[in-house]
């Protein structure tokens, strides 16, 4: 079993940066694959990004591609969420999962993925 706890998130102006952290309990987060995901008010959770064991895998969302950059380090415990470039409609709760498999984008898109979920940061960008 693994524990996640995400930090890093806050208030910036549109076109700002953030960094998110997820540092995560137990010897075993290599063996986990990592993402994040989001939720804005009144909207469904959506995938935002994820990354595999040794980082050779990455999948993001559209919306976010060429502005976010996922990473993690394993001998930390932690995976990252850099978030450059961005807009009031990154406005959400940002929560990390881990899960075990790597597979298509579809599946790791996909909440079902993941076991085991962090509590959320807010993030917020005014415009």
């Known amino acids: 079993q693994v524990q996640l706890v995400e930090s890093g998130g806050g208030l910036v102006q549109a076109g700002g940066s953030l960094r998110l952290s997820c540092a995560a309990s137990?010897?075993?987060?290599?063996?986990?694959?990592m993402c994040w995901f989001r939720q804005a008010p009144g909207k469904e959770r959506e995938f935002v990004a994820a990354?595999?064991?040794?980082?050779?895998?990455?999948y993001y969302t559209n919306s976010v591609k060429g502005r976010f950059t996922i990473s993690r380090d394993n001998a930390k415990n932690t995976v990252y969420l850099q978030m450059n470039s961005l807009k009031p409609e990154d406005t959400a709760v940002y929560y990390c999962?881990?899960?075990?498999?790597?597979?298509?984008?579809?599946?790791?898109?996909?909440?079902?993925?993941?076991?085991?979920w962090g509590q959320g940061t807010q993030v917020t960008v005014s415009s």
């Open positions: 990354i595999s064991w040794s980082s050779g895998g990455k």
């Open positions: 137990g010897r075993t987060f290599s063996s986990y694959v």
């Open positions: 999962a881990a899960g075990s498999s790597w597979s298509s984008r579809d599946y790791l898109g996909n909440e079902v993925a993941y076991a085991y």
